[in-house]
Every structure is written in C-alpha cells, then in structure tokens.
C-alpha cells in the first residue's frame, strides 16, 4: 500500500524567511509520480509540481526549490524568502505509473504554513 | 492549459434531500474521474474512481448507494448526495487524470456543501 507521510501539521514563519516543509513516501512501486499541491484558504487545489521517479533531479521554480531523495525515500518542498500569499495547505502526493488512467492518488495530511508580516 | 469545471461551488441544503454535483471536463476527454472528500482541516480523501460507460469503483467505507456517482459521457461526471445529512456536510472535489500531460491530474475548484 502507498502511504505519504507529512510529520509536520502547522509551520509559522516571517515574512522573508526560508520554510522546508518536509514529506516522506511509502510505496512498493518501482515507478511512480510525487507531487506537491496548494491549497489555499478559497479551497481550488493548485498544482506545483510532478516528479518521475527516475528523475532524481533537483528542481527549483523561481523562489520554489524540491529535493526528492529517493535513499531515504524523501520529496521536500523549500520557498525561499516566503511571502504572505504562500500562506496555504501543503500536500505532498503519491501516485503509480502502472495503471494509467486509474492510477490513484494519495495524499499526506497537509502542512498549513502562515507566514506573518 | 486543461481545465475541469465543477459546479456548484456551494451549496446549502436541508437534511434528507439530494444534492447534484457536476465536473465537466471542458477542453479534453476524461475517461476516469476521481472524487474526494475533504472535512475541515484533514487532507484528500478518495472516495470513488468513475470511468465513462462503467459502474463506479467506490473505496472501502464509502456508501454506494448514498453517493451515487454517474459518468455517462467522456466529459461529464456527477456525484449525487442523496438523502443528505450534517455530517455529510464537506468539501467535495473532483479530479480527472488526463494521460500524457505534464500536471498529471486536474481537480476541479471543489464543491462546498452544508446539509442544515
């Protein structure tokens, strides 16, 4: 069974710092997808990034940097000099690459950042 | 860029009568849908897998015949709340897996429903 674990439930940071919000995976599949999505407070998911598994690569996206290792089965999600429109719940997600269309996702519980001015 | 619409955004109804959601994909054809469920501040919880011309598949737990789920065309999906009550009050939303793109999924904007 696939399981994603996000330890941390509440992060509160300043205006400007730097925040890593933390994920960790479970899955018995070779290949599969990671991903990162916000949602912010009016509810609409929005999509922040799909990684490969085959694809170790680090990724960074103008202030949005990820660090998939897969060693210690890890996809973690840094914003660098964070703003008050970060502010959002963060799920990291899992899906397999075997069933193409039905291919499921599962979700962590959320990480909800608040960064304050 | 792929786009699913799901309406109504909100909804308000009295307990014991049946609420309609409809996700529509607009700008491809979405062979599987997906709809979860989502209480106040806990994650995604899947709920079914809907493919077109076909029964849904529910996940364990989930009452079939309180949530029926219709997926008649390649574009159109619905999940019917019937006789509704406050605890089933939640966030609803749907997601379509569009093969060979990048994002991989795409959800429409959730539904918020309120049984009174």
């Known amino acids: 069974a696939q399981k994603v674990t996000q330890a941390q439930t509440e992060i509160s940071v300043v205006e400007k710092e730097d925040v890593t919000l933390d994920c960790v995976y479970e899955?018995?599949?070779?290949?599969?997808?990671l991903f990162w999505y916000k949602q912010p407070p009016s509810g609409e998911l929005v999509f922040l990034i799909r990684?490969?598994?085959?694809?170790?690569q680090n990724e960074i996206s103008g202030r949005y940097s990820w660090n998939f290792q897969k060693s210690t089965s890890s996809f973690n999600f840094t914003i660098t000099a964070s703003q008050v429109v970060d502010s959002a719940v963060y799920f990291c997600?899992?899906?397999?690459?075997?069933?193409?269309?039905?291919?499921?996702?599962?979700f962590g519980k959320g990480i909800t950042l608040s960064v304050r001015p | 860029g792929a786009v699913v619409s799901q309406h109504p955004s909100w909804v308000i109804c009295k307990s014991g009568t049946s609420v309609k959601i409809e996700c529509r994909s607009l700008?491809?054809?979405?062979?599987?849908m997906f709809w979860y469920r989502q209480f106040p501040k806990q994650s995604l919880m899947l709920m079914a897998t809907?493919?077109?011309?076909?029964?849904?598949?529910?996940e364990q737990g989930v009452e079939k015949d309180k949530f029926l789920i219709n997926h008649a065309s390649l574009t159109l999906s619905t999940l019917t709340v019937t006789s509704a009550h406050p605890e089933d009050s939640s966030f609803y939303i749907c997601?379509?897996?569009?093969?060979?793109?990048?994002?991989?999924?795409?959800f429409g904007s959730g539904t918020r429903l309120t049984v009174v």
């Open positions: 700008d491809f054809q979405a062979t599987t």
């Open positions: 997600a899992l899906s397999d690459a075997r069933g193409g269309a039905n291919s499921k996702l599962t």
């Open positions: 809907s493919n077109e011309g076909s029964k849904a598949t529910y």
């Open positions: 899955t018995r599949d070779t290949t599969y997808y």
């Open positions: 997601s379509a897996r569009r093969t060979g793109s990048t994002v991989g999924y795409t």
């Open positions: 990684r490969n598994s085959f694809d170790e």
